[in-house]
């Protein structure tokens, strides 16, 4: 029923930006926390920057100041802006939807979107 949709990544050059977006369809975004995920090839995927349905925003250290998260409620879509990017930026980037946090079955995610930073 609920479908997520990454788009946006690509190639890019170090110090170049990209604007990642998440679309969904079957559920409305609007009342509900979402994330960007970013996973390495070889590595754990971890959290990139949290949205909230008040539009406070939750960045991790290793790309604040470079990543911006936000929504468009009309489009039911979450944003990414990426600037400033750096090689080891270079993954694949999931958005993730959770409607009942710490209850198993309720989380939903996309399919991914490669991001590749290099010269």
């Known amino acids: 029923q609920v479908q997520l949709v990454e788009s946006g990544g690509g190639l890019v050059e170090p110090g170049g930006s990209l604007r990642l977006s998440c679309t969904a369809s079957g559920k409305n975004l609007t009342g509900y926390t979402v994330a960007w995920y970013r996973q390495a090839p070889g590595k754990q995927r971890e959290l990139v920057a949290g949205i909230n349905s008040r539009g406070f925003t939750d960045v991790k250290a290793f790309v604040k100041g470079r990543f911006t998260i936000s929504r468009d409620n009309a489009k039911n879509t979450v944003y990414l802006q990426m600037n400033s990017l750096k090689p080891e930026d270079t993954a694949v980037y999931y958005c993730?939807?959770?409607?009942?946090?710490?209850?198993?079955?309720?989380?939903?995610w996309g399919q991914g979107t490669q991001v590749t930073v290099s010269s």
């Open positions: 993730h939807l959770d409607l009942r946090v710490g209850v198993p079955g309720f989380d939903y």
